[in-house]
């Protein structure tokens, strides 16, 4: 069983041990690994609800960006996992600093910059213990993301690369990841409004984000504030 069978099949609560009934062997370890990853996504998730609802956005609305941009259904399936794994490294960051009410300290901001890096060296790790397929394309996908969607467009971040040097995958999430921690109540911060994240997003394009993957965002956030509106 493929990760995104298992992960819809966790998601409509369906017990995920009676499955493996009537599976083969190579069946039973393809979904034992899908499990152990959608467990690392559970571990992210439990740091706080803040992560857990946010780690749903960035993927729901990641694979509305991608077929925004006409991407395959395989792909849309691939990166509405592989987004919701992008802070998956934040389970190696200290457990004080992710509950931390206050502006982090210039050390502290160093030290939360690594959940990047370990996010990609978990998800690259995972990926040698699965074969070739769907799911191992999945985490080759979700280590791109976890490891550079705190890249910059211009270059001027850690790992100094730019524009489509990025894999696409990450500099989509990189703008919706954005948005949607400018719009949440955090523990340091009040929710931005709808237009306050937009002027920023806006306002980063070409330097922090591709700009023309900006106006894909932009055309499809806007669609979707508007039927919130109007609900």
């Known amino acids: 069983m493929s990760l995104i069978n298992a992960l819809k099949q966790m998601e409509s609560d ?6 493996m009934v009537v599976m083969n062997e190579a069946e039973v370890d393809s979904y034992v690994h899908a499990v152990s990853i959608l467990q690392l996504v559970d571990t992210a998730a439990s740091c706080d609800q803040e992560t857990h609802e946010h780690m749903r956005r960035v993927g729901d609305i990641s694979m509305e960006m991608a077929a925004a941009i006409g991407m395959h259904d395989d792909f849309l399936d691939e990166i509405r996992i592989a987004a919701m794994l992008h802070d998956i490294g934040k389970i190696g960051v200290p457990q004080h600093l992710l509950r931390k009410d206050g502006l982090f300290t210039l050390e ?10 370990i996010g990609g060296d978990i998800l690259a790790a995972a990926r040698r213990h699965i074969p070739s397929g769907d ?3 999945c985490l080759v996908m979700a280590e791109k993301i976890a490891r550079y969607h705190h890249e910059y467009y211009n270059g001027a971040a850690d790992h100094g690369i730019a524009g489509r040097a990025i894999p696409l995958v990450a500099r989509i999430v990189s703008i919706i990841d954005v948005y949607d921690a400018l719009t949440s109540m ?3 911060k009040r929710p931005w409004t709808h237009r306050e994240a937009v002027g ?5 394009s070409g330097d922090q984000f591709d700009p023309g993957l900006v106006e894909i965002f932009l055309d499809l956030i806007e669609k979707k504030h508007h039927n919130d509106d109007t609900i």
């Open 135 to 137: 799911d191992a394309d």
């Open 200 to 204: 920023f997003i806006k306002s980063r």
């Open 108 to 117: 502290e901001r160093q030290e939360m910059k690594r959940h990047t890096s």
């Open 14 to 19: 369906v017990d995920p041990v009676l499955p």
């Open 186 to 188: 955090r523990r340091y």
